[in-house]
């Protein structure tokens, strides 16, 4: 911690009891969550200061229908499917991709959208299925080896459209009205991609301070006290405190290529439900590199598991430690929820980064775990 | 993790692929997302893709701070990596 960061602390500590109530700030994407817990920062902020984690982790948000349909495309003999690591472990209804490819099932884990399709063109007698998952920053990529596949006619590719949109789902959490917050601590790396402005809608409708920010400790720092000062004044805008890598437009070459190969469609979010042009979906033009048109998967109906509470934890309305299976039934060598599933997931980061007491009457000894292989 | 990306320098291009140097890992990576990044510019780099340009010590200062992190996240699950582009012969 340098002196400036320590300075950011203390007038965060001085904003914080100057608006002398309690304040929730939601951070709405997993690399914010785990850098707060990383960095320290998180253990440094007041305790009338709450950082909620929000649904910013891509496999967490991922819908249970989508899921099945990874797993069923996993049973056709025919198919590779190429996914980022994430993804392997999610549990379906019928297992997840690791176990399924423990039993034969043709897995390949990719580190990105490109490796999909260099190996859709080295097995041109297979089909090649990738996993499109995640926000906008990672969506570019998806529709560039699309565009790429198009162009080459490489005809056993396709891909199984997963990715999502921040902000619809940030307007869907403030219209709900459940989670009382005060303000976004916005994705700096999405943000690279949709623009600062991308944001306005949110400031503008329901007067909420949005405030972009990057992932090293200090930009985690000025930007919660960006909030705050904010929040001191009866403030609501919009700020950005990562001017070095965010502009208010965002990327000109992805938002063309992303407009040209997707459309907004309606998605389903994990324990959201569906949230209107919430996804992207392939646009008529690329629809033949959908893999739910072109399998003719049927996309079954969502259901989580019982007791599982990642629903309430993405929503901010629960904590991990809230979670009747939390480090009991559920933990990273055996997820039981999503969010303990992905690295980014918020039960994976208290898991590995905050210890919380056992509940009243379930007592004993934590059990020790193994090391968490992330 | 899924939504970091990493300063890389570019030092090569071949039409819509580049070579980035980061921190002494060479990647090929696609720079369709940034078209005027040329041999020299910094970009950011995510799931094998350039995703913006940035300055110099702005992407040190990143690579300063994953460092003294102790783990620099780009190999930690893979999830933002482009493909290796070979042993590193040269400085860059």
Request: proline share 7%; aromatic share 6%; charged share 25%.
């Amino acid at each position: 911690m340098t002196e400036s960061e320590s300075t950011l602390i203390d007038q965060i500590r001085a904003l914080t009891r100057r608006i002398g109530r309690r304040v929730q700030y939601m951070e709405v994407c997993g690399t914010h969550t785990v850098c707060l817990f990383r960095s320290g920062v998180r253990s440094l902020l007041p305790p009338e200061l709450r950082m909620i984690s929000g649904p910013g982790c891509p496999v967490c948000v991922t819908a249970q229908r989508h899921i099945d349909a990874a797993l069923e495309l996993a049973t056709d003999r025919r198919v590779i499917i190429a996914t980022y690591g994430d993804m392997l472990r999610v549990p379906g209804r019928r297992g997840s991709l690791e176990s399924m490819r423990a039993a034969g099932a043709r897995v390949e884990v990719v580190m990105s959208a490109r490796d999909a399709l260099a190996l859709a063109r080295s097995h041109p007698a297979e089909e090649v299925v990738f996993l499109a998952v995640g926000f906008e920053t990672t969506a570019p990529a998806t529709a560039a080896v699309v565009a790429e596949a198009d162009r080459d006619a490489v005809g056993n590719f396709s891909v199984l459209m997963c990715h999502k949109r921040i902000v619809p789902a940030m307007l869907a959490l403030l219209g709900d009205g459940r989670s009382a917050l005060d303000g976004f601590l916005c994705p700096g790396h999405v943000s690279v991609i949709i623009g600062s402005s991308a944001y306005r809608p949110v400031v503008a409708r329901h007067r909420v301070p949005c405030v972009v920010a990057g992932f090293e400790p200090r930009q985690l720092l000025l930007g919660i006290r960006r909030l705050l000062q904010q929040t001191a004044s009866g403030l609501a805008r919009l700020d950005n405190v990562y001017p070095v890598c965010v502009s208010p437009a965002g990327n000109g070459a992805a938002l063309k290529l992303m407009r040209e190969v997707f459309r907004h469609e309606d998605a389903a979010w994990r324990a959201l439900g569906v949230i209107g042009a919430s996804g992207f979906a392939l646009s008529e033009r690329y629809a033949s590199f959908d893999a739910v048109r072109r399998f003719g998967i049927v996309l079954g109906c969502d259901e989580d598991h019982p007791g599982c509470l990642c629903g309430e934890v993405i929503q901010g309305l629960a904590e991990p430690g809230d979670c009747p299976l939390f480090d009991r039934a559920c933990t990273p060598m055996r997820p039981v929820g999503p969010c303990m599933v992905s690295s980014e997931g918020t039960c994976a980061a208290w898991h590995r980064y905050r210890r919380t007491p056992p509940r009243p009457g379930r007592g004993g000894r934590r059990r020790k775990e193994p090391s968490c292989p992330w | 993790m899924m939504c970091l990306a990493v300063p890389g320098k570019l030092i090569e291009c071949h039409e819509d692929l580049a070579t980035v140097d980061l921190q002494g890992n060479r990647l090929r990576i696609s720079r369709v997302l940034v078209p005027d990044a040329r041999p020299g510019d910094w970009v950011l780099v995510h799931a094998g893709f350039g995703i913006a340009r940035i300055e110099e010590q702005d992407a040190l200062e990143t690579w300063s701070y994953l460092q003294s992190a102790g783990e620099a996240p780009i190999f930690e699950d893979g999830a933002m990596n482009g493909e290796p582009a070979g042993p590193r012969e040269h400085s860059p």
